[in-house]
């Protein structure tokens, strides 16, 4: 972990400052320990859990501030680690909302097959194969069967948390890497 501190503040330092407003000294190491502590606490907390995913609050705020900056003359894989942090953190206060909790409130007081159903992320088992089935069956129906979950919360929460939820979903997902949707007939349909 040392060591992955020591090369992103030296890219850090390395900026080019005509492009961008870089981090530098302790503000840079402190951004750096925020997004640390959040891939740390990633592994911990579960994003449907209010007191366990609140955990990350404090971290994911403090990182949302120092994040653009830190990008700022650094290589395209660190790049890559910082939008994933600062996308995780967004999903995590999306969850957190109270839009999606009203949402969810009304999703499960409806009880469908399609919520009931649906598993996007299916818990690893100790068959490998079976893991992977699993998990290509759930790309599949990332969204529910048909896409069904675009139906029920539309309906049931409007069109803007159906986009919201599925920005944070696809989110997750390149941050999980659990499904390439090129794979599974293409993300024309994911993405529109």
């Not at 609140?54 to 971290?59: A, C, F, G, R």
């Not at 079976?130 to 309906?155: P, V």
Request: charged share 30%; aromatic share 10%.
């Amino acid at each position: 972990m040392y060591i992955f501190v020591l090369s992103l503040i030296s890219f850090v330092f390395a900026a080019n400052p005509n492009k961008c407003s870089s981090l530098s000294g302790p503000k840079a190491y402190r951004c750096i320990q925020h997004l640390n502590e959040i891939r740390e606490l990633a592994y911990s907390i579960d994003i449907y859990d209010k007191e366990s995913s609140s955990k990350i609050n404090k971290p994911c705020a403090e990182f949302q501030k120092c994040s653009e900056p830190l990008k700022c003359g650094v290589e395209d894989g660190v790049v890559k680690v910082i939008d994933k942090m600062a996308a995780y953190c967004d999903a995590v206060i999306f969850h957190q909302s109270k839009e999606f909790d009203d949402c969810d409130e009304k999703l499960t007081e409806k009880n469908s097959t399609c919520v009931q159903e649906w598993d996007p992320f299916p818990d690893p088992v100790p068959d490998t194969k079976k893991t992977e089935e699993t998990q290509k069956e759930a790309c599949q129906n990332f969204f529910g069967k048909d896409m069904c979950l675009e139906k029920e919360i539309t309906e049931y929460c409007g069109a803007d948390m159906w986009r919201d939820f599925k920005k944070h979903y696809l989110a997750l997902n390149k941050i999980n890497e659990a499904c390439d949707f090129n794979e599974y007939g293409g993300t024309k349909a994911m993405e529109d």
